[in-house]
């Protein structure tokens, strides 16, 4: 990312500056200077990326305060002009752009942008799988949903949606296994409890 390019170039050009000066006897002792000057390069850097983001996701919020969902997604999209600069920033906003386009029906769509967004929080892999689930990708599903529990291993919706799907596609025996590895992880919740006794009663979860 650029703004790493940067920082890096400009701890290498402080370095070298403090050892032609004179200012350090050997290359080791220009290493400390240089690293000094990278960091500060970030942080300076990242906030000042950060203050132009800010105003970006702000009015896509308002926008979807406002119910013009094509206006927040035009916001984020717009986003991406500064994502050569923060190494974070382009996987945040396709995440947020891949929920707005599943919510909107366009499940396609929604898979190319969450494929390429962050794995955190859970809720991004965790619709992912449910857009594979609704395209019958029941490979994509499981690998998706997979990273999901991973992520948000202690949340036990993460586990209920995995396990629903699951379910949905007639395939009990899976879902009963992924609610006992997250009864492994959460012993005492009761939901898990209750919906992994609807499954192996043949009967509908609860996912609420």
Not at 107 to 113: G, L, P, R, S, V
Request: charged fraction near 25%.
């Amino acid at each position: 990312m650029l703004s790493i390019v940067v920082a890096i170039l400009s701890g290498v050009v402080v370095g070298a500056a403090f050892r032609l000066s004179g200012v350090t006897h050997s290359v080791a002792g220009a290493v400390t200077p240089g690293v000094i000057a990278t960091v500060v390069a970030v942080i300076l850097l990242m906030r000042r990326i950060g203050k132009l983001i800010n105003p970006v996701v702000e009015e896509a919020q308002r926008h979807m305060q406002g119910g013009r969902r094509e206006l927040a997604l035009k916001s984020l999209r717009d986003g991406l002009r500064y994502q050569a600069w923060h190494p974070l920033l382009a996987p945040q906003l396709r995440t947020q752009i891949g929920l707005l386009l599943y919510d909107q029906g366009d499940t396609d769509a929604a898979i190319e942008e969450l494929r390429r967004g962050s794995s955190r929080p859970w809720e991004s892999p965790a619709f992912l799988g449910c857009a594979y689930f609704k395209k019958r990708d029941e490979a994509a599903m499981v690998k998706a949903f997979d990273k999901a529990v991973k992520v948000g291993e202690k949340d036990d919706l993460s586990w209920t949606v995995y396990a629903w799907c699951l379910a949905s596609r007639d395939k009990k025996a899976e879902a009963v296994e992924v609610l006992k590895r997250a009864l492994k992880k959460l012993p005492a919740n009761e939901r898990l409890k209750n919906n992994l006794e609807l499954v192996e009663g043949g009967k509908k979860m609860k996912v609420a």
